[in-house]
């Protein structure tokens, strides 16, 4: 699997920002998708999963309520909708994709599938 993320960019606190992830093939075979971040300095944090065939979705404590993670399966292309941004969530931001009973018990820095990483920088 291909993942190519796209969308960062630079915001003011407060602003949005809606980063794209686009999968190729289809996601097919993929029972877990997600993102991730890294900070300079800082550990890799999980951000947000969803689950198939649930659809279930989770966000880390620090991002829910302001974060949205879905999927467009006609796109193939799985989205992170961060509003209220503050500095702390200045990070590169990776999606990251894995199958089977293996994803469902790694965070989502752990996936084997991923992509190159796109820059999101708050100020």
């Known amino acids: 699997v291909q993942l190519v993320e796209s969308g960062g960019g630079s915001v003011q606190a407060g602003g949005s920002l809606n980063l794209s992830c686009a999968t190729s093939?289809?996601?097919?075979?993929?029972?877990?998708m997600g993102w991730f971040r890294q900070a300079p300095g800082r550990e890799r944090e999980e951000v947000a999963r969803i689950t198939w065939p649930t659809g279930a979705m989770s966000y880390t404590g620090a991002v829910a309520g302001r974060f949205s993670i879905t999927q467009d399966n006609a796109e193939n292309v799985m989205y992170l909708r961060m509003n209220s941004l503050t500095p702390e969530d200045t990070a590169k931001y990776y999606c990251?994709?894995?199958?089977?009973?293996?994803?469902?018990?790694?965070?989502?820095?752990?996936?084997?599938?991923r992509g190159q990483g796109t820059q999101v920088t708050v100020s």
């Open positions: 990251a994709a894995d199958a089977g009973v293996f994803c469902l018990t790694r965070h989502v820095y752990e996936y084997r599938n």
């Open positions: 093939p289809s996601k097919a075979g993929s029972s877990c």
